[in-house]
């Protein structure tokens, strides 16, 4: 998963507005909505930005193939190809709209030192989607595909945090699939114990909550269902928050040679 999306993350549910922001300390990143289209949300974007990010990190560059049907690059998310309003072909089909249509901001402002960073970018510059969502098993002679920006290939492939792709399929909300990145990621440099308390976690993972014990209660839950798949993770409630213990990345770092 791309780092900077690790540290402050995508809503987690359906925005009013065409903008969304999340701040982590001196970071603000910002999502903006294509003008024709809304705001991505959810499980899907995740599900493909975590997809996404391996293959460009796996392939090296910014055109990436989706497959000769609708149905193969289904199963790379671990989806089935069911249609219908409650099916998943329709919304992944929004949500790929949406993501690849948005424009990405990242902006430091470190007053206190006099520091302003900040650089933007679409997620994609071209989005070709030839699939026939009524047969998705179809093969096409056009082949789908995604050509990632110059800004956002570079952001994908720049420390990119290393996951287990089936654990991403496997965890059913965008909460846990956050908080699963943000745990191996953490676990990858934590040396000593760390208390985090929910109204920080909150800023950094879930800002779309009103209320702070709505967020708590969604977090816990969310943490249970990781602990399942990420066993060795050491988490411990404590007063006002969670603890973190130092313990090995879900995924180890690969040394390229």
């Known amino acids: 998963m791309a780092r900077l999306l690790v540290q402050t993350t995508l809503p987690h549910s359906r925005q009013s507005s065409k903008t969304f922001v999340r701040t982590n300390g001196a970071l603000k990143v910002s999502v903006s909505a294509h003008p024709l289209l809304e705001l991505p949300y959810g499980r899907y974007p995740r599900l493909l930005m975590a997809w996404v990010t391996t293959e460009a990190v796996r392939t090296k560059e910014p055109v990436l193939q989706l497959g000769p049907s609708l149905t193969s690059f289904m199963s790379h998310l671990g989806l089935l190809p069911r249609g219908g309003q409650t099916g998943p072909i329709g919304r992944l089909r929004d949500q790929m709209q949406r993501l690849f249509g948005a424009t990405i901001a990242f902006t430091w ?71 699963y990145c943000w745990l191996t990621y953490r676990n990858s440099y934590l040396k000593k114990p760390s208390r985090i308390p929910w109204a920080a976690l909150a800023v950094q993972l879930g800002a779309d909550y009103s209320e702070g014990k709505n967020f708590k209660r969604k977090a816990l839950d969310a943490i249970r269902q990781v602990l399942i798949l990420y066993p ?12 973190l213990r130092p313990c090995p990345p879900h995924v180890r770092r690969r040394l390229d040679t």
């Open 109 to 179: 402002d470190k007053r206190t030192a006099g520091e302003w960073h900040d650089s933007g970018f679409r997620v994609s510059n071209e989005t070709h989607l030839w699939w026939n969502p009524v047969r998705p098993e179809q093969a096409v002679s056009w082949r789908s595909t995604v050509t990632l920006s110059p800004g956002f290939f570079e952001a994908v492939r720049e420390r990119p945090v290393p996951i287990d792709l089936r654990v991403v399929k496997a965890l059913r909300s965008p909460m846990a699939i956050d908080l």
């Open 232 to 243: 060795n993770a050491r988490v411990d409630q404590v007063r006002g928050g969670i603890l």
